[in-house]
């Protein structure tokens, strides 16, 4: 499973032989592999404006390109605003809050995102093809389909340290512009050009996972909440910067904290951990039908909606199982 950080040659740019090469070193004589761009069709009309766009099938014969569009910017983040005005109104009416759920359409967001990492992840498991993922960027919607489609398909990444290690490596260290994007509080009204909610959005698509496989992941939703939290605003420097050499020029590891060594301590991890958990080696298949997913009360309405009972039936199944 591979990442394109940077557009392909279009028709209209001038051949990239190390691309065509590389890509080519990749794949065995007769076999495949598949391109899956996530870039919307205006995107890929802009870009093909200035020189890039869609790559040419007659330079990369042996790979067959899918096109499945994920917003990543303004788009998202307007969504992701009208989500949170309707969950923040307690006097809709049934009809008004469903009329306004739908019209956010961030749980199509949700489907959208689930489905094209189902896509990667069959061509990766049932085809037994290279699968190179393709955005505009590069460090947004393409990390969001690759660490989704590592969820679905390595139980590793499924335990809590094999988690822990795909978001440093799929979303920190591959570059993911945390400060661009989360410059502001998730619920504020502002609308920053650069701001767009993709790593909230992974984790809603994690949250969905572990709702329809209960068993399958180590963590619970207090870790995706706590997540969320540090990514918007942190005592920790793990989200800090836009990429790596911001980290290293800001020197973030040397002058403050890991979240991650805070969240393993052994007091800490406990309160993560998900009581129901036993270790699953198959590849998880979720259901991406629209009755399947659901809007994730525990994040989206968490300030509205009383988590006692919840958070001590929670106490009650790790009572139960520990005394087994």
Not at 234 to 243: H, I, K, P, R
Not at 262 to 276: F, G, H, I, R, T
Request: charged share 25%.
């Amino acid at each position: 499973l591979l990442r394109s950080s940077q557009p392909l040659p279009g028709p209209n740019r001038r051949r990239c032989r190390e691309d065509e090469q590389l890509l080519g070193t990749i794949l065995d004589e007769g076999d495949r592999g598949f391109i899956i761009d996530t870039r919307s069709a205006q995107a890929a009309k802009q870009a093909r404006m200035s020189g890039g766009g869609t790559e040419t099938k007659s330079s990369y014969p042996q790979w067959r390109r899918l096109h499945r569009a994920l917003e990543r910017g303004r788009p998202l983040q307007e969504s992701f605003i009208r989500l949170v005005e309707a969950c923040s109104d307690p006097s809709l009416s049934m009809d008004r809050w469903l009329s306004r759920l739908e019209s956010s359409r961030w749980l199509s967001h949700v489907k959208a995102a689930l489905s094209t990492a189902c896509l990667a992840a069959q061509c990766l498991d049932r085809e037994d093809s290279n699968v190179l993922v393709h955005g505009a960027e590069g460090t947004d919607t393409t990390l969001l389909v690759t660490a989704l489609a590592h969820l679905i398909l390595d139980p590793s990444c499924r335990t809590l340290s094999g988690f822990q290690g795909l978001l440093q490596r799929e979303w920190i260290e591959a570059g993911h512009p945390f400060h661009l994007r989360c410059a502001r509080s998730a619920s504020s009204h502002g609308r920053g050009k650069q701001e767009a909610p993709l790593f909230l959005l992974f984790l809603d698509c994690v949250w969905q996972l572990s709702r329809q496989f209960p068993f399958s992941l180590e963590f619970g939703e207090q870790l995706l909440l706590t997540l969320f939290d540090n990514a918007y605003a942190s005592a920790y420097g793990t989200f800090l910067c836009n990429n790596e050499r911001e980290r290293s020029l800001c020197k973030v590891k040397e002058s403050t904290h890991s979240l991650w060594a805070w969240l393993n301590q052994p007091e800490e991890k406990q309160k993560y951990l998900n009581p129901l958990y036993s270790h699953n080696p198959l590849v998880i298949w979720p259901s991406v039908e629209p009755q399947s997913i659901q809007l994730w009360q525990g994040l989206f309405l968490r300030w509205i909606r009383p988590s006692q009972h919840l958070d001590e039936a929670w106490v009650e199944i790790q009572r139960l199982v520990e005394g087994k």
